[in-house]
């Protein structure tokens, strides 16, 4: 039996991604939006809807960025709501493990497992920088090689919380008025060098017993502690080499921690342009990276390596001859999932090199060295990418992020989605309620 | 209208009385689901109530002063009351929905996100219950401060003036990341590639005794501007809390005169006062449910709000007479659930609109609307017209 892939719906990010200037693209505010998006996932038999989480406005060069989308619900509202208006699919929050506390993050994740009967889970993130810190009592308190030693504890202080109350805990007898089975339930205490916490936990065991963790570091700290304690991995490595390099290191750090191979999932992000045909389809992706890279976004994003003001620039025009500023703060603030170009110089003369060799604008670099799509194609092509990329190894599944909200998977459900049913790689119809159903994951005891 | 009332009710496990988890009706093994929630408020919208209030903590719930207790006999646990709210938003189409968050330990600049995206997703009608946590078992939880246990009949008033200080500033903050986006400010402008308009996004810069927070918020303004706030006050330093932060204050007068005089301290748009209702055909019909109550809890019920027990046409009778004496509206706390919400919506409401003193269908969009409060300018925005002027 080949493997089953796993899906989400990534709802699309305050990155270049997302093209908001589409016609079609809708508000990223409004209910609906995320309404919409979640039906078509659940309509398509995904395993989650997803939402990444910022807890700063991005700012460069001192001023907030308005090229992108800004602007997001706060996570755990947006998803109760969402559990209104589906039954079955999966709702993932990121939240983060530096600017809250165990007790009040525990009980959002287990009212909210509660609320939609067995489908919440958390993208445990550890954006840590004293630019977010600055909206938040604690400022910003922590050393970046702590951020994850914070996470780890935070999680077992999480972990203690939802295991504080048995699974039979209610009993809620009317005839006898016992309405607790034990009048200690949710009793913990907690302490390590972050948390000092002791009392009572007050919401009762969720269905899932646990929220699903997920986690989407990229770092060796970061995948240690995926291998410990995920159920799922966000990553960046959706290729065939990086995947597969990416996730056999990840699944040969399970054995460790005694856990088999499949308790952890792989989940890139993907993003996709479909066609009629693989030419129809190649001819939009080319469009759409011109959307998402326009010449003002261009220069921005030549900005963030070069770490220089380059606005006079013509984004039309050659690479600037000057280096890049390596010697203060970077301009570029608040992007949690940015990873800084580790040797600049190296790099723009790589791209200088480049860009003469082939004539290329600042403009067509940024296009050509920046994210493309990851799936391109007629529907069939896609499909079979999807499936070999996991039948090889290099994912379990992927989480796809629409270019366009909120419509911007429907065409994917309507062509993609039975391309891969028809193939037995992908469910027709949800195998039970919750999300840990959808994952083949157990509830833990 | 002048002698129109505003009505709420506050839910809360199976009701207010200790012991209502145990009648027929209740429906206790429930309170930790969707439906639940979703029954209660949709019951309350169909009576045309201006919002529901719903009850939490950070902390179980716990009949001991210095700390939780181990009883068995009555409901514990809870789930988080703005999920609650958010779970029940796309199910109801006019009610306002009003939970219940602490300032005490969290981050208004959470809170502020939490509450501004209820609003979106209600489109307009998400309040907030302000509350203020004086538990030391609740500081416990968060390891970042200790307390000492607060006897409530005669607190240590430095420690209580200094908890409300801290509400006043999380308020604060709290409005004015709602306020850090003008509404205007997304633009989609396609000609210069910009999303937003950020000279109308604005650094709240907020620096205080307790917190500093630079903003802005990363949610847009809420549609109601401001969704109300409001509070529960007892005595004088939340009386004053009250005055200066919310729009609405929940009080606990006995008769009309104590509310006369409580009214007089609140110059604010609304004051509420909350009464426990237990109401039946008859009033020893509902004495009787009262007192069977208590039997079977093994302890008479008391309040901080006044317990009412009668019939719909003597708490309509109340009411009034209360509303004479300067109260805008009342929040009541129904004893058992469904059964005194049912009360509520199917007795006391018919009665008031006979008398005209209760509307008989919802006429606004929003919970702002429903309580007669105008849709606020931004204060950034004011602030540069003032400046251009
Ligand atoms: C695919 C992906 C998505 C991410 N999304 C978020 C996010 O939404 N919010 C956030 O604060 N951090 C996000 N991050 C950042 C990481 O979770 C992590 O906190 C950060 O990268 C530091 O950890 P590291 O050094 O292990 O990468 C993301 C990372 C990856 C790889």
Redesign the pocket.
Known sequence: MPKQIHLAAHFPGVNNTTVWSDPRAGSHIEFDSFGTLARTAERAKFDFFFL???LRLREQGGQIYDLDVVGRPDTFTVLAALAAVTTHLGLAG?I?STFNEPYEVARQFASLDHLSAGRAAWNV???WDAFTGENFRRGGFLAESD?YSRATQFLAAARELFDSWPADAIVADKDTGVFLRNGSAGSFRHTDDQFDIAGRFNVPRGPQGRPVILQ????E??REFAAATADAI???HGTLVEGQKFYRDVKRRLPAYGRPEDSLKVLP?ATFVLGDTDADAHEKAAVVRRQQVSGATAIKLLEQLWNRDLSGYDPDGPLPEIDPDVSGDHIARGR??VRMHRDPIAVAAEWRARAEAEKLSIRDLIIETTNRQTFIGAPDTVATAIDDLVQQDAADGFILVPHVTPGGLDEFADTVVPLLQERGVFRTEYAGPTLRHHLGLEVPA | MSTALHLAVALDGTGWHPASWRLPSARPAEVFSASYWADLVRLAEAGTLDFVTIEDALGLQTDRLDGPDERTDHVRGRLDAVLIAARVAPLTRHIGLVPTATVTHTEPFHIAKALATLDHVSRGRAGWRVQVSGRAHEAGHFGRRTLPVLDPAAPDREIVADLFAEARDHVEVVRRLWDSWEDDAEIRDAATGRFIDRDKLHHISFDGRYFSVKGPSITPRPPQGQPPVTALAHAEIPYAFAARSADVAYVTPTDAAQARKIVSQLPIPHVFADLVVFLEESEPAARDAHERLDTLDGTAYTSDAAIFTGTPAQLADLLQEWRAAGLTGFRLRPARLPDDLVGITGGLVPELRRRGAFRTAYEAATLRGLLGLSRPANRYAVAEEARVA
């Open positions: 990444a989480e910022g990121t983060n993130v550890t954006s951020r989407a570091g990229d770092s700290a970061g966000f990553s960046r992000a949690a999932s």
